[in-house]
């Protein structure tokens, strides 16, 4: 595991659901998507995910100000709701979060799902990530389907 790194306890999930709104928010305002999953998901639905994948979290002075998701899915590894703390942004949390969850899995094949408007697309792409496919869900919002595989 990457140095800050570690796995969520059930301790930290309303911390983490906290951090996910607020990262979140921008693109649910973006994409005129105030009913996006990432906003509305609650307490109960985040620890039964945590009961069924992996969560990660890293955090500076005490305070969570990232984390990242991943779970086994067809062979490989979905990775899902990376997410950094606005003020913590531009300082390789996203990197290694990525990275630890990475080495979580046992497998070839990594995959994710993001928005087309998203920040975090070059991010993946120096990662080894690439675009796979592209789903569009409204005029607004289209869903951009990646994987990297090692």
Request: neutral net charge; glycine residues 8%.
């Amino acid at each position: 595991m990457h140095p800050g790194i570690e796995k969520a306890d059930r301790e930290d999930l309303l911390a983490i659901l906290r951090l996910q709104k607020t990262v979140f928010y921008e693109a649910g305002v973006r994409y005129k998507k105030p009913d996006m999953q990432q906003l509305t998901q609650t307490i109960e639905e985040l620890i039964e995910e945590w009961r069924n994948s992996v969560i990660l979290k890293t955090a500076v002075d005490g305070e969570i100000v990232g984390s990242v998701r991943g779970r086994l899915r067809g062979g490989g590894c979905y990775v899902g709701k990376l997410i950094v703390h606005p003020d913590h942004r531009n300082r390789g949390i996203g990197s290694r979060l990525m990275a630890a969850v990475e080495e979580e899995f046992d497998v070839k094949v990594f995959e994710l799902t993001t928005a087309h408007l998203e920040k975090s697309i070059p991010l993946y792409e120096r990662l080894g990530y690439r675009i796979i496919g592209r789903e569009k869900v409204t005029d607004d919002f289209i869903l951009i389907h990646m994987r990297k595989e090692k």
